[in-house]
Antibody
Framework: QVQLQESGPGLVKPSQTLSLTCTVS??????????WSWIRQHPGKGLEWIGY???????YYNPSLKSRVTISIDTSKNQFSLKVSSVTAADTAVYYC???????????WGQGTLVTVSS | EIVLTQSPGTLSLSPGERATLSCRAS???????LAWYQQKPGQAPRLLIY???SRATGIPDRFSGSGSGTDFTLTISRLEPEDFAVYYC?????????FGQGTKVEIK
């Protein structure tokens, strides 16, 4: 059973960089055919796709965030990471890491972590 | 970007009733790339349907998906107490992937 777990600071100051890591267990992040995703949910709102990365490091980002987002992968640690630069209060959200398997959609999700942007 | 519009915003029903949720896309979605998720308070979304009509692993057969092109439907044949939640559709065939705004199914 694949499990994903987000980790990182719950509070980030405005203009700083938000950094989160997702640790994958129960399966190898190096397996082909999967996209390792970040999705966020503003408080009381819907879901927003941030982007994903595959095992070879190819990335795809939401254009609305592309200039501020970097997703990276560390296959030796079975982890992938998210960085969002120049954060504002509008970046306050629950951040989920997840696994997408192409036509099979996003089948495994982390529990989510709330990141608040505030001074 | 493909905009997904879900209706109704809220559906008030009783256990045992049938729920019909709609998801309309601003442009055609590949039939293989439309999914439905269920989300309960404080929990991550759970995949119900992928490829418009295929049930995910472990999903009861009272959940079914249908549709093509720009119009898709999630049907819950007989609502169980645990089905009261928010439901999202998602298209994942065009970048950026997008979600609908959600339909809340509440107890009447």
């Amino acid at each position: 059973q694949v499990q994903l777990q987000e980790s990182g600071p719950g509070l980030v100051k405005p203009s700083q960089t938000l950094s989160l890591t997702c640790t994958v267990s129960g399966g190898s992040i190096s397996s082909g055919g999967y996209y390792w995703s970040w999705i966020r949910q503003h408080p009381g709102k819907g879901l927003e796709w941030i982007g994903y990365i595959n095992y070879s490091g190819s990335t795809y980002y939401n254009p609305s965030l592309k200039s501020r987002v970097t997703i990276s992968i560390d296959t030796s640690k079975n982890q992938f990471s998210l960085k969002v630069s120049s954060v504002t209060a509008a970046d306050t959200a629950v951040y989920y890491c997840a696994r997408e398997k192409g036509v099979g959609a996003t089948d495994y999700w982390g529990q989510g972590t709330l990141v608040t942007v505030s001074s | 970007e493909i905009v997904l519009t879900q209706s109704p915003g809220t559906l008030s029903l009783s256990p045992g009733e049938r729920a019909t949720l709609s998801c309309r896309a601003s442009q055609s979605v590949s039939i293989s790339y439309l999914a439905w998720y269920q989300q309960k308070p404080g929990q991550a979304p759970r995949l119900l349907i992928y490829g418009a009509s295929s049930r995910a692993t472990g999903i009861p057969d009272r959940f079914s998906g249908s549709g093509s092109g720009t119009d898709f439907t999630l049907t819950i044949s007989r609502l169980e107490p645990e089905d009261f939640a928010v439901y999202y559709c998602q298209q994942y065939g065009s970048s950026p992937e997008t979600f609908g705004q959600g339909t809340k199914v509440e107890i009447k």
